[in-house]
C-alpha cells in the first residue's frame, strides 16, 4: 500500500458544481498536510495547507481527519480554470515529504 | 524576476553521457529540494539541501549528485544517463527545515534520453 494516495479520476464536472476528493495516508505520524494543483505541462503550486480545524479560502475548502488519516478537498461552484490536477502532499519527521499521484479534474462547460 | 528559475528548459541527449541542470532560487530561503516527475506524472523527491548541507536523500543511483554551492543554488549532475532517467526534473525552494512551508517550485526540466 502506498503512503499517500488519491483516486486518480478523471473527475468530469460540469461548470457550477461541487466536486469532493480525498487523499488517504497510511502513516500516523504525518504532520504537515497540503493541496498543491499542477496545470499541464507546469509547476506544481500551492492551493491551500490543510490544519486540523479545516480552512477555506473562497471557494476551496480543506479538512483533515486524523482519526481516519484522510484529508479532503471540496470545490464549490466550480469554474473552469479550476481544470487541473489535485495533488496531496503529505510530510512527517522533518525529512519525509510525498506527495499522492495526484486526482485530475475536468470542469465541463 | 522568476523566484525559482532553472536551466535547461529542455535536454535532449544520448544514453551514457553526462549532464548538468541548473537551479537558483532568489526568495532567500534555506531549503531547496529535487524532485523527478516520470511518465506517469508521479512526482518523487530526490533530495533536499538546507543552508548546503543535504537532508533528505531518497533512494536515487549514486549517478546523481547534488551540489549546492550556496543556499541560493541547488544543481543536478547525472553521469552515465539512462533512458529510463527520462523524465521532468522539478526544482524548489521553501523556508523552514523540509516539507514544514510552502514549497516554490521552478518550471522544470524536460529531460529526453535518445
Known amino acids: 500500500r502506498k503512503e499517500v494516495e488519491q483516486d486518480p479520476g478523471p473527475f468530469n464536472v460540469p461548470e457550477g458544481a461541487t466536486v469532493a476528493f480525498n487523499c488517504t495516508y497510511s502513516?500516523?505520524?504525518?504532520?504537515?498536510f497540503f493541496w498543491y494543483r499542477q496545470d499541464c505541462r507546469k509547476e506544481p503550486k500551492l492551493l491551500m495547507s490543510v490544519y486540523s480545524s479545516g480552512n477555506e479560502d473562497g471557494r476551496f475548502t480543506a479538512q483533515l481527519n486524523r482519526a481516519s488519516q484522510y484529508i479532503s478537498l471540496l470545490i464549490r461552484d466550480s469554474k473552469l480554470s479550476d481544470s487541473a490536477t489535485y495533488l496531496c502532499?503529505?510530510?512527517?519527521?522533518?525529512?519525509?515529504?510525498?506527495f499522492g499521484k495526484g486526482t485530475r479534474l475536468h470542469i465541463l462547460p | 524576476d522568476t523566484a525559482v528559475s532553472q536551466t535547461p528548459k529542455y535536454l535532449v541527449t544520448q544514453m551514457g553521457n553526462d549532464k548538468s541542470i541548473k537551479c537558483e532560487q532568489n526568495l532567500g530561503h534555506d531549503t531547496m529540494y529535487w524532485y523527478k516527475q516520470d511518465s506517469k506524472k508521479f512526482l518523487k523527491i530526490m533530495f533536499s539541501?538546507?543552508?548546503?548541507?543535504?537532508?533528505i536523500n531518497e533512494t536515487v543511483p549514486n549517478r546523481f549528485s547534488p551540489k549546492s554551492p550556496d543556499k541560493a543554488h541547488l544543481n543536478l549532475h547525472i553521469n552515465s544517463l539512462e533512458l529510463g532517467d527520462s523524465a521532468v526534473y522539478f526544482c524548489?525552494?521553501?523556508?523552514?527545515?523540509?516539507?514544514?512551508?510552502?514549497?516554490?517550485f521552478g518550471p522544470g526540466t524536460r529531460l529526453t534520453v535518445l
Open positions: 502532499v503529505v510530510t512527517r519527521g522533518g525529512d519525509k515529504i510525498i
Open positions: 539541501y538546507n543552508n548546503k548541507e543535504l537532508i
Open positions: 524548489a525552494s521553501s523556508q523552514g527545515g523540509s516539507g514544514i512551508n510552502e514549497q516554490f
Open positions: 502513516n500516523s505520524a504525518s504532520q504537515s
